[in-house]
């Protein structure tokens, strides 16, 4: 099959996967309820129930809180920082993909009291609920990284992909000239918990790929420096990368943590076992400790024993309902789970969210479960990416066995990234995938 017919293919099957239903999606008739449903947050895990519930649910009444009007389809950021997309491709309208039926109220949530049931906004207002569903995402924390502040992004050597899609532009600007110029570059990692784990092996691979392909790998030194002691969680593709790594001349820093810059002088402070060290760079990306809203854990929603430097919703990690108020729920992000904060995690943590949820307006039990789904397309250079898929557990669960090996660099997983990922994802939000 050549690589036309497969094109056609492939993209005839992501529009299939579109609108094909969900899990979830039988047809069944809509639950009449009264119920009052509060989601804090409006992304990827918020709209995909919002959109789900309205369907399974008549006479509910569900409101949406989040300030943000731009919707922002963070898988693509990658791309941008890479010059490959503009910025314009992960930004849509967040009224756009909500159902009608839901109220959206455009605030900033102040605090949550689960005794009394309540939500409070920055602005005074108070909503009661029956069910709390907190999907409120997390919080890039860069004012913990000394001497940084996001308007250095995309000059002096320095880029911030995480920061939305304008910083991901100002990326690529930074990290082309280091492509082009050549030098030291920094690709960096937190000690946190983060959303897509494999985003910053990514830009390594692509930036690496990139300066080749421009006749400068001779003239490029990549180091990828790491709090950790492994280069990923799963064991098997930990060593994969490392390999892979290995053969394309990438150094590694582990165990070391970014604390603090310096502009001017273009050095890195990380601090390391028993001291710091500093490290001369002329591309450095910074990728920032991650932690839930203060909300979060002032309201007394997160766990006490654990990621206490973060702040994740105390869940169970396979129904994603509070351990200590079953009334509420968590997606997305901010779920205290040891996996998931991928948006793929979010398509199969929702159709679980939603069952237990309307399972429990009907005063039964529900029996969907969360495994720990995480998927990650890792890009390993331009055409070519390794489809990554595991559990709680670190077992590899590929999708299309036989078709797509997990560990093999191949240009189909390239374009299940390129082109079929986002309709499923648009998909996803309208409940449908």
């Known amino acids: 099959m050549n690589r036309r017919k497969f094109l056609n293919i492939a993209m005839a099957g ?13 047809q069944v008739a809509p639950v009449e309820t009264s119920a009052r449903i509060v989601i804090i947050g409006a992304g990827a895990a918020s709209t995909a129930l919002a959109n789900r519930l309205v369907r399974r649910l008549d006479g509910a009444e569900i409101t949406l809180i989040d300030p943000r009007h731009d919707h922002l389809y963070q898988p693509g950021l990658t791309l941008v920082a890479a010059g490959l997309k503009p910025a314009g ?48 995402g997390l919080v890039l924390d860069h004012d913990a990284i000394e001497g940084f502040n996001l308007d250095m992004v995309g000059q002096d050597g320095i880029g911030a992909l995480y920061a939305g899609p304008e910083h991901a532009a100002r990326t690529w600007a930074a990290a082309s000239r280091f492509a ?18 494999g985003a910053p092996l990514k830009h390594t691979f692509l930036i690496d790929d990139i300066g080749r392909r421009a006749g400068n790998a001779g003239r490029m030194n990549m180091i990828y420096a790491a709090p950790q002691s492994a280069l990923f969680g799963v064991p098997i593709v930990a060593e994969k990368v490392r390999m892979l790594f290995e053969d394309r001349g990438v150094e590694t820093m582990m165990n070391r943590t970014l604390t ?35 909300f979060v854990v002032q309201s007394g929603l997160a766990w006490a024993d654990r990621w ?45 969210v939603e069952d237990h949820l309307v399972a429990a307006i009907e005063g039964r039990e529900g029996t969907a479960t969360y495994n720990g789904y995480t998927s990650c397309p890792m890009i390993t250079r331009i055409g070519r990416a390794m489809l990554i898929e595991f559990d709680y ?41």
């Not at 756009?96 to 109220?103: A, H, K």
């Not at 998931?340 to 159709?351: D, H, L, M, R």
């Not at 797509?404 to 191949?410: D, G, I, K, S, Y």
Request: charged letters at 20%.
């Open 393 to 433: 557990r670190n077992n590899l669960v590929p999708s299309f066995p036989g078709i797509m090996a997990p560990l093999e660099e191949l240009w189909i997983s390239w374009l299940m990234k390129e082109v079929a990922l986002k309709p499923t994802y648009n998909a996803m939000l309208r409940g449908r995938a």
């Open 180 to 197: 082009e110029e050549g030098g030291t570059g920094l690709f960096t990692r937190p000690a946190t918990e983060m959303k897509c784990a």
């Open 260 to 294: 603090a810059i310096d502009a001017g002088a273009r050095r890195a402070t990380f601090a390391v076992d028993g001291g710091t060290e500093e490290v001369d760079y002329d591309y450095i990306h910074v990728i920032p400790p991650q932690r839930a809203p203060d």
């Open 89 to 136: 491709y992960v930004v849509s309208d967040t009224a756009g993909w909500l159902p009608e039926g839901v109220t959206w109220l455009p605030e900033r949530v102040a605090a949550v009291d689960a005794e009394a049931r309540t939500v409070s906004t920055e602005s005074g207002q108070r909503l009661d609920y029956d069910w709390l569903v907190v999907a409120p």
């Open 14 to 26: 992501g529009a299939a996967a579109a609108l094909a239903p969900g899990p979830g999606d039988a």
């Open 308 to 352: 206490t430097d973060q702040g994740w919703v105390e869940v169970d990690m396979q129904t994603l309902r509070h351990l200590r108020h079953p009334e509420i729920f968590a997606l997305g992000d901010v779920a205290g789970v040891p996996k998931g904060k991928t948006a793929a995690s979010v398509k199969w943590q929702v159709p679980v």
